[in-house]
């Protein structure tokens, strides 16, 4: 049998194309060079679709001169619940983070604020008690130091395998933000995709001022389990930052890409 001369340059170079090369917009479904679609900052450029950000990735798009805060605090086991401390382990490898929230110091434009991200790649951006603990700290500590927080969500919610540990946490980031409101610090909620349950109903809603990346989904409980349980049809974008900005939920949606400079001019009027 006589090999083809061809073959083995051809195999040769499919061994060196990237595993990564492409990937596929969750929005429209085209396919993209991830490389450009990383530059764009995970905007779709065909349909405008926002893909979810890391917790650095966000912070470093927002800031200048990041530094964390409480950077050594790991989620521990109050219940023995089974598989939680392997899929934790998983998520620290996955993501580089101890836990699903990243805060610290910063700048935005030049101006000292106080910031937090959460990160979805991270048992879905759960809130635990080490999630709540240091968005406590974040809020006292702005309050000490009279700086103005900015918040960026994206979670499912409350971590269900810290149980009561993890619902405690919705009382005490509320409390935290009373106690900023109360001495006149600015404070800034970023809903991005998704911004749910125990979160959005806690600090999330919370702030002076919400904003929303387009498309964010925004609620409390999913539109399938609110269907089933109340037997209604919702309306399609239910729960979109759009619809949410329509019904007086949310006050402004902004693009990520003017996200930075909107936040800035923001600030300043709050401040100056």
């Not at 836990?99 to 106080?114: E, F, V």
């Not at 700290?137 to 969500?153: S, Y």
């Not at 964010?216 to 109340?230: C, K, Y």
């Not at 936040?263 to 100056?272: F, N, T």
Request: aromatic share 6%.
């Amino acid at each position: 049998m006589v090999r083809p001369a061809n073959l083995e340059p051809i195999q040769g170079r499919m061994q060196e194309i990237p595993a990564n090369l492409m990937l596929k917009c969750s929005g429209c479904g085209a396919m993209l060079v991830t490389k450009d679609y990383v530059r764009d900052l995970r905007v779709c450029p065909r349909c405008g679709h926002h893909g979810r950000m890391g917790a650095r990735e966000r912070i470093d798009l927002l800031t200048e001169g990041f530094q964390e805060w409480d950077k050594d605090l790991t989620p521990r086991d109050p219940l023995t619940f089974p598989e939680y401390l392997p899929k934790r382990s998983s998520a620290q490898i996955k993501t580089g983070e101890n836990d699903s929230i990243l805060s610290g110091a910063a700048t935005l434009n030049g101006r000292p604020i106080a910031i937090a991200a959460s990160d979805f790649a991270f048992m879905g951006g759960s809130m635990g008690s080490v999630f709540g603990e240091k968005i406590t700290r974040l809020f006292e500590r702005a309050l000490k130091e009279r700086r103005p927080v900015i918040t960026a969500t994206s979670t499912g919610g409350a971590r269900m395998q810290e149980g009561l540990m993890s619902l405690m946490q919705m009382a005490k980031t509320s409390a935290a933000v009373g106690r900023l409101r109360e001495a006149g610090v600015p404070f800034i909620s970023l809903l991005t995709d998704p911004s749910m349950a125990g979160v959005q109903a806690s600090f999330a809603s919370l702030g002076d001022l919400l904003v929303a990346e387009p498309g964010a989904m925004i609620g409390f409980t999913g539109a399938r389990v609110i269907e089933q349980n109340l037997r209604i049809k919702l309306p399609r974008d239910f729960q979109s930052a759009e619809f949410q900005m329509a019904h007086g939920q949310i006050d402004i949606i902004v693009p990520r890409a003017k996200l930075k400079d909107e936040l800035g001019q923001i600030l300043s009027l709050l401040l100056d």
